[in-house]
């Protein structure tokens, strides 16, 4: 039951991939600064220790651009609960039928996971591709490192589509636990 | 309260029922007027949607961490820095810098001279202080190390930490390169102080000049000037202004206006690190809070189409307005609270040997100042929008 959810939160991410390029935009700029102070990790050390501590600025740096990734990915659950508030009376079909509660939590999951992944991933391309040409170009004196750079993608794939699920479950939960006649009545 | 007093039968009950289903112009007025009352109805409008004013509310006060913390490394390196000044000046107004220029070093916490100070002839009456500075590979590691005439002959000055540091203790004795001194322990300065020979073997020529004038110009704003004409050498009231040629004259107490020499200085080194890439940084997680907020926002709004037909249809379209903006209001003090509060956290355990107490306080009071422009903007946005459709529209297109 849980793979047909799935199916049919595809099917319905697919319908409103519209919407969905906010919160993947947000979450790209948070991970494309992710990646690029991981890709860039000797020029942020260099300039960290203009300020003295370097290590100390280093993890500093490190902190605030998870953070700002994680902002991105706040915005992928508000996205969320705008969705499920949109769809409250389509979740009440659904339960009114007989569709129980995990294959709707996992069809609603699908659209914030796919969201944080996929402006993960295009963060990360971007960040890549801006080193790649800054590099060749001259535009920037720092050289891209390969090793940080893999670890920075990976982090912000990882830590995009765990904080999306961690932030999306709850509201997701909620929405299929409602009984179906209080989904259909005050739906919107 | 003129809801009470226009219906003095109705009990508080009734009567705070009866303003929110049957709202006129005197209820409107008196809604405005009650804070109370436009509190506890946001709160209610916030709450009919938990998690999401919970997500808003986090991903605002993320977004107020990453500027706190920013702000709060920005304002240490600024102190520090400001320390290192007054350590040169000792109340000196006129610092003759080399040409080379000066920097500050922040593994020593101190300001170093990048070549050695101008030849300088000072006029009768003014006393001038050459000071040898540099770093020093000491036994435990680098230190700072100042040498000048106001050092008695065979003596180091130490803190009691860089004392710690060395194992030594007052009035023992301690070699610096060749010559042996005897400590003595004051102040609390991680700048090691030696006479001026001992620093000159020890780093070599670099260095510079603190002057005083005579005590009948104390408290001119043209000491740079007047210095200036007796030595040739240009000067300049702005730290921002690097040193070349023979040199520079900072004057540290002229120029008028109401920024000082030192708050220039320290603002100059405080955009060091606000300019960095970790203050860009921090700015982008600023401007997608923000994004988060108006979302946020457009959402309630947009679900909430019905209800404002209703209040706009019976002339109540600008009280929408503050209704938005205590909801958001609420919504970005208590995500300011938070952010604070996690930045406090993040800041005293992840960088203890720059941050302090003091700085993070001052860098949550800086970035308070976003928050009313941020609040009535979040708000005025979906509520533009909002007001600019008629009531039956709203009405009809809800559903």
Known sequence: MIRRGLSYGMLSTRRRASTLLLPMLTTATGAFLVVQVFSLTGSVKVQASAFGNKDQFFRATLLIAVVVLLVGVVEVAVCTTRTINQRTREIGVLGATGVSRSPVVAALMVEPIVAAFGGAVCGSILAIVVDGVLSATGGSSAEPELGPTAVGVTLAVLISIASAAVTSIVPSWHAASRPPIRSLSHGG | ?399
Do not use: C
């Open chain 2, 1 to 399: 309260m003129t809801v009470l007093q226009t219906r003095p039968t109705l009990t508080p009950e009734v009567a705070a029922e009866t303003s929110a289903h049957e709202p006129t112009p005197e209820l409107a007025a008196s809604a405005v007027g009650n804070g109370g009352r436009l509190l506890r109805f946001a709160l209610a409008n916030l709450t009919r949607r938990p998690e999401r004013f919970v997500l808003s509310t986090l991903g605002i006060a993320l977004a107020i961490m990453a500027v706190v913390v920013v702000r709060t490394l920005s304002i240490g390196f600024a102190g520090s820095s400001s320390a290192s000044l007054s350590e040169v000046l000792h109340g000196a107004p006129l610092w003759v810098t080399p040409g080379q220029g000066i920097s500050y070093n922040a593994q020593l916490s101190a300001m170093l001279p990048d070549g050695p100070a101008p030849q300088l002839t000072v006029p009768p009456g003014w006393t001038a202080l050459h000071t040898v500075a540099g770093a020093w590979n000491s036994s435990a590691g680098e230190l700072a190390i100042y040498g000048n005439a106001r050092i008695a002959d065979g003596t180091v000055i130490l803190s009691r930490s860089t004392a710690n540091k060395l194992s030594v203790s007052d009035g023992g004795p301690l070699k610096v390169g060749t010559t042996d001194l005897t400590v003595s322990v004051t102040g609390n300065s991680p700048i090691v102080m030696v006479p001026e020979q001992v620093a000159t073997a020890v780093v070599g020529s670099k260095s510079w000049w603190t002057v005083m004038p005579p005590a009948a110009l104390n408290g001119r704003l043209d000491l740079g000037k007047l210095l200036s004409a007796a030595t040739g050498l240009p000067t300049s009231t702005d730290p921002a202004n690097k040193p070349s040629g023979a040199g520079l004259i900072y004057d540290t107490a002229g120029g008028g206006g109401s920024v000082t020499f030192q708050q220039r200085f320290t603002a100059l080194y405080a955009g060091k690190v606000t300019g960095s890439m970790l203050g860009m940084v921090s700015n982008v997680g600023l401007i997608l809070g923000f994004i988060i907020a108006v979302t946020s926002f457009l959402a309630s709004v947009q679900e909430r189409r019905r209800e404002f037909g209703i209040m706009a249809s019976i002339g109540l379209a600008d009280e929408v307005l503050y209704f938005f903006l205590v909801e958001s209001a609420v919504v970005f003090v208590l995500a300011y609270l938070g952010g604070a509060l996690l930045a406090g956290v993040a800041v005293l355990t992840l960088v203890p040997g720059v941050a302090s107490v003091s700085a993070w306080a001052q860098a949550a009071g800086m970035a308070a100042a976003y928050l009313p422009a941020m609040a009535i903007v979040g708000a005025l946005v979906p509520v533009h929008r909002l007001l600019q459709q008629r009531p039956v529209s709203l009405l009809a297109d809800a559903t």
